[in-house]
């Protein structure tokens, strides 16, 4: 039985695994934010702007760090690369915080993708295997609301600082490089996951290492191509709405507030259908459901684009939808399936593959993005709705249905089931 004191450890370590999702987040407004001065500033061509989005913490080196921190995690322990790959993000910070050339910004995002791709299986993974069997969507979610907690922060920031230009907006990358120094110290008390620990006693007489003929297994492959499809697809939208929305209201002559304030707004909504809907029913309906009904909101808001002019009215409802149904949709569920289909053993190592493939997959989409957006926006919004349409199907017709089971529980019913 959980303790008065033992549940608010778990929600500390909880709140403090999960900021590594603010941080996340945080960097990739951060810089889409800065991106129309950036281009004005160093004459950035669409294809610049691409490439910048390709590699920074929303794709591509974010993949790759998520490859190796969750093949780390899984050898090393969680805790090794949580405390320690807040350093890493912060030496990367400072490229972004005194660019003066272009090259630094690729470097900049190239490093930060990094560190926060490797912290995302490890926090994931903690926080799934340290909650309550009852709880354990609730707690996921607590990561879900920092993560749109980071963009609502940063962009509320922005509209105050964008009147003094690229100097002003260096603020918020430090604010980020300061709370990744500070998450480096708090970690430091935190426990390493009991669960991680009773998996590597189990497999005392087994190779040190991964087990990749168990992770490619019939049984996990297919788990690791459904969460990939699912999560990957949405997330080709997400991608798009999180670095590039900003830049899209600007180029199409919106308000300058709307810049800063319609995203914000996105987030803030999120935050709110997280925790209404998400964190107190994720744990005790059908979870098929929930995502089945995002799935239609995101589809229907995204299509108001494709048939609708961009104007600030139809962007502002459009918001309102996609944040609703953010809040309960692919991204919150990605979090928790991808830590409920696998073992322990190769818990962080899976998350971490389909966390690469998805990002890196968006890394590529990115680079066409800015070249689409300028000359046709309406093809764009009609592939991101499609996008959503086949997330939404495959999300829904293979959801499974986890909610109050313990992790031993469901590894019990898929070796069965195997």
């Known amino acids: 039985m959980t303790t008065a004191t033992g549940e608010e450890d778990h929600w500390r370590d909880t709140i403090l695994a999960g900021l590594a999702n603010y941080i996340d987040s945080g960097s990739i407004v951060a810089g889409s934010v800065a991106l129309a001065l950036w281009k004005n500033i160093y004459g950035l061509s669409d294809s610049f702007i691409g490439l910048i989005a390709a590699f920074s913490a929303n794709a591509i080196s974010a993949g790759i760090g998520a490859f190796i921190g969750g093949w780390l995690c899984d050898r090393l322990g ?82 105050f600082l964008k009147p003094f230009g690229i100097d002003g907006i260096r603020w ?38 991964i087990d990749w003929h168990e992770l490619f297994s019939a049984n996990y492959l297919k788990s690791m191509l459904y969460l990939i499809c699912m999560y990957g697809l949405w997330n080709l939208w997400a ?101 409920e289909l696998f073992p322990t053993s190769i818990r962080s190592t899976a998350q971490g593959v389909t966390f690469a493939v998805v990002r890196i997959g968006l890394g590529v989409w990115s680079l066409a993005v800015p070249t689409l957006a300028s000359a046709d926006f309406k093809t764009l919004a009609w592939i991101l709705t499609g996008f959503l349409v086949a997330s939404g199907l495959i999300g829904y017709v293979w959801a499974p249905r986890n909610e109050g089971k313990s992790l031993e529980q469901l590894q019990v019913e898929r070796q069965a089931a195997a």
């Open 78 to 159: 969680r805790k090794k690369i949580y405390q320690y790959d807040m350093l890493f993000y912060a030496f990367g910070m400072l490229f972004l915080i005194f660019a003066s050339a272009a090259w630094m910004i690729i470097a900049g995002f190239l490093l930060v993708g990094l560190a926060v791709g490797a912290d995302i299986p490890a926090s994931w993974s903690l926080i799934a295997e340290q909650a309550p069997d009852t709880r354990r969507g609730a707690h996921s979610g607590v990561a879900q609301v920092l993560w749109y907690l980071g963009p609502v922060i940063v962009l509320g920031a922005a509209y």
């Open 172 to 209: 918020l990358f430090i604010h980020l490089a300061i709370l990744a120094l500070g998450l480096t110290f708090l970690r430091s008390r935190m426990r390493e996951s009991q669960r991680w620990e009773e998996s590597q006693a189990a497999r005392a007489d087994r190779p040190a290492g």
């Open 239 to 339: 991608g798009y709405n999180g670095f590039f929305t900003p830049y899209l209201i600007q180029q199409n002559h919106l308000p300058v507030w709307a810049e800063t304030v319609v995203p914000a707004s996105y987030f803030a909504i999120g935050i709110v259908s997280i925790l209404t809907i998400f964190m107190t029913l994720s744990d005790r309906v059908n979870q098929r459901t929930m995502f089945g009904i995002s799935a239609i909101l995101h589809i229907g808001g995204m299509m108001m684009l494709a048939v609708l002019p961009f104007t600030l009215p139809v962007v502002i409802v459009h918001i309102l939808i996609m944040g609703i149904a953010g809040g309960f949709g692919a991204q919150s569920f990605f979090q928790l399936w991808s830590a």
